[in-house]
């Protein structure tokens, strides 16, 4: 079964500009979250998706936002880039997150704003 | 709201020797527990998670966890490393009908011939 896809793996942007990040989960799996990863603050919560619904956000400004597609695909956006958004922003799928299922992560996303 | 920490940012050890990599988390329910591993540019990968049940947690790569309510902790352990083992370790948790999972800052495990 191939794992959690997520692209691009790299991505370079300027301060201002807007981003979007693409994570395709494990065939069958309807959660979908995503996490920022920083060296400053770890891994933080963006946002987890079930059936096309955001069921929690973490505490992250209105410019991230995030979607998820009736196949269970979902992308995360990013607008008016700040230098701060520069991390590594990893997909995570599951069966139910709600019940605890094993998430499965991607190998994600590494954003350098400039 | 629950958090974790882990109290070590770095734990250098020799090769064949044991290892404990420590975690606390705080909550005001219900949690479920989990460690993961992550190697150099990759994602994490779930080592082991407590739901219910035996305490005691035993996980993939020789690792073993124990769930102590009482002092609301959650260390992992391993009796010999490899230089392989050397990554980054992140302790998780995450509440009772919760669709969230919170993460420790992680602890560096470098394993040194």
């Known amino acids: 079964k191939a794992g959690v896809t997520q692209t691009p793996r790299y991505l370079i942007k300027t301060r201002g500009q807007q981003v979007t990040l693409s994570c395709s989960p494990i065939?069958?799996?309807?959660?979908v979250s995503w996490y920022q990863q920083t060296p400053g603050q770890g891994l933080q919560f963006l946002f987890e998706?079930?059936?096309?619904?955001?069921?929690n956000k973490g505490n992250f400004p209105g410019r991230f936002s995030g979607r998820q597609f009736s196949n269970s695909r979902s992308e995360m956006n990013v607008s008016t880039l700040e230098l701060g958004d520069s991390a590594l922003y990893l997909c995570?799928?599951?069966?139910?997150?709600?019940?605890?299922?094993?998430?499965?992560f991607g190998p994600g996303t590494r954003l350098t704003v400039l | 709201a629950q958090s974790v920490t882990q109290l070590d940012s770095q734990v250098p050890v020799f090769e064949e020797a044991p290892v404990e990599l420590r975690c606390n988390y705080s909550?005001?329910?219900?949690?479920?527990l989990f460690w993961y591993v992550q190697y150099p540019n990759q994602g994490l990968q779930l080592l082991l998670k407590?739901?219910?049940?035996?305490?005691l947690v035993k996980g993939i790569n020789g690792f073993e966890a124990e769930f102590n309510k009482s002092q609301t902790s959650f260390h992992l352990r391993k009796p010999s490393v490899h230089i392989s083992d050397t990554a980054e370790y992140f302790c998780?948790?995450?509440?009772?009908?919760?669709?969230?999972?919170?993460f420790g800052a992680g602890t560096r495990l470098f394993v040194k011939a």
């Open positions: 998780a948790v995450s509440e009772a009908g919760g669709f969230k999972t919170i």
């Open positions: 065939s069958g799996h309807r959660s």
């Open positions: 995570a799928s599951s069966l139910e997150l709600a019940k605890h299922d094993t998430q499965y």
């Open positions: 909550s005001s329910v219900s949690v479920y």
């Open positions: 407590y739901l219910s049940g035996s305490t």
């Open positions: 998706y079930f059936s096309e619904t955001q069921r």
